[in-house]
């Protein structure tokens, strides 16, 4: 086999800014693999008043009924205001399309009733039991690019 002469470094140069070039244009960005997300702010209120427990948790559900097929399930949790802000695999927003809500929100110091201080805490909840499904909750919201104000507010009723 014949002695080729090495090719300098500077002849590699334009091939390593092509494949860098490539790179970027192809999206190494979002590791995530969520795609495009739209900020989701809310408030959320029960009979009225901020919902503002630590424990809060708010989840929004792909409805594929309504055409939603995303895999990804937004999460967020409230303030001291009552007001949450939606992740989704630690980037801001939500997916757009049509989600369920499901809001769950317990004392923060649960004890079972008939036991002594301590053991078996059974957490009391604090929104009625229809939220904290899929299923029975009545909470639907339509995630899109440019929502009108007060779009992802979520009023709880007891």
């Known amino acids: 086999m014949p002695n080729l002469p090495a090719r300098p470094f500077r002849h590699r140069l334009p091939s390593l800014a092509t494949l860098l070039l490539a790179w970027l244009a192809f999206g190494c960005g979002d590791a995530s693999g969520v795609g495009k997300t ?39 949790s409230v303030d001291e205001n009552g007001d949450y802000t939606l992740l989704t695999i630690g980037k801001k927003g939500a997916p757009p399309g049509w989600y369920k809500v499901v809001v769950t929100a317990t004392e923060s110091s649960p004890v079972h009733p008939n036991s002594p201080q301590g053991h078996r805490p059974v957490a009391q909840s604090l929104v009625p039991a229809k939220y904290g499904q899929e299923k029975t909750s009545d909470l639907s919201i ?15 009723t007891k």
Do not use: C, H, M, W
């Open 38 to 76: 739209f900020p989701v702010v809310g408030r959320i209120t029960i009979n009225q008043e901020p919902l503002t427990a630590k424990s809060t948790v708010v989840l929004f559900k792909p409805d594929a009924s309504k055409g939603n097929t995303s895999t990804f399930e937004p999460i967020g």
């Open 142 to 156: 339509e995630v899109v690019e440019n929502p009108l104000p007060g779009a992802y507010d979520l009023k709880l």
